[in-house]
């Protein structure tokens, strides 16, 4: 179905697709539950190309790769490769496209991953991509969205934080809106959603969407927060403030629903209170332990295997 695909967009997915990753990716956590041996990539190996620091994206796909069977190409530095003598990012690609049979790439430019996919012969796969997309967070988002709650249509999803730069939270709505759930977006003055992005959504899907300055998560099934992205402000005081005043403590869980489940990227710092980690309603860590069977699928079915 994704066989030789890029996977640069969760746009580059049909809504089948994604069921179909959904399932897959359930089988493959049941195999790792059993113990069962999946060597479906021998003689396979795959870069994992990251220009931007990372630890359950890069570790997570690394883990899937191992996990199947396959040999991982690690790019982790430009300071120890031949960037730091002068090669362009484009003769780079090139040379790993020639080792590897799929590439996975991380760059703070916007549009790289697209670039690195016109560029190279086998597949490339967008760990993310500047402030743009983020299509396999995506994913297991929805991926442990399905599992726990058992569903994602009718849901009421919320998603709080900085919805201005996340790249997490863009896919995450175009994700959210094809498998209609109700979704409210939370995020400090100044720090909105596009509204281009927005009405994309709503345009595409008839999504129903709700937008709020301030911090409600009574009506929600699942909370989704991400923290303030003080690298891509210009203004650091600016972003120190919106991370102090946009919190989730046990003060803002009082009233919710007792199923309530928050949800997170991560890496978290000041958004979350950290004795909201031995809560019921914390699920981010589980979370982040299901990137690998929803990464090994995805592996899985772009090599055709």
Excluded at 187 to 208: Q, W, Y
Excluded at 217 to 240: G, T
Aim: aromatic content about 6%; hydrophobic content about 40%.
């Amino acid at each position: 179905m994704l066989r030789g695909k890029d996977i640069i967009s969760i746009r580059d997915l049909e809504k089948s697709d994604i069921e179909f990753l959904l399932k897959r990716a359930d089988e493959m956590n049941v195999a790792l539950a059993s113990g069962k041996r999946l060597d479906l990539l021998q003689g396979k190996i795959i870069a994992t190309i990251f220009f931007e620091p990372s630890t359950r994206t890069k570790m997570s796909f690394q883990s899937a790769i191992k996990l199947l069977g396959g040999q991982n190409l690690n790019f982790s530095s430009i300071e120890s490769s031949s960037m730091k003598k002068g090669e362009n990012l484009a003769d780079t690609l090139r040379m790993i496209d020639g080792y590897s049979s799929l590439l996975i790439i991380r760059h703070a430019l916007e549009g790289s991953a697209r670039y690195a996919a016109e560029i190279c012969e086998h597949p490339v796969i967008n760990a993310g991509d500047g402030g743009n997309q983020h299509p396999t967070q995506t994913l297991l988002d929805l991926f442990t969205i399905n599992k726990m709650k058992g569903r994602i249509r009718g849901l009421n999803v919320s998603l709080v934080g900085d919805l201005k730069h996340a790249r997490t939270m863009r896919s995450l709505l175009y994700g959210l809106a094809m498998f209609n759930a109700n979704i409210t977006l939370i995020s400090p003055p100044g720090l909105e959603m596009s509204k281009k992005i927005v009405d994309e959504v709503r345009e595409r899907f008839g999504a129903n969407i709700m937008e709020h300055t301030t911090m409600d998560l009574s009506d929600a099934d699942v909370a989704y927060i991400c923290r303030i992205q003080k690298e891509r402000f210009a203004d650091p005081y600016e972003a120190e403030m919106a991370q102090r005043s946009f919190r989730v403590t046990k003060d803002v869980l009082k009233g919710v629903k007792d199923d309530l489940i928050l949800l997170h990227p991560l890496p978290k710092v000041d958004e979350i209170a950290p004795e909201i980690d031995n809560t019921k309603y914390a699920k981010y860590f589980e979370q982040a332990k299901l990137g690998v069977p929803m990464r090994m699928a995805l592996i899985a079915e772009v090599l055709g295997v």
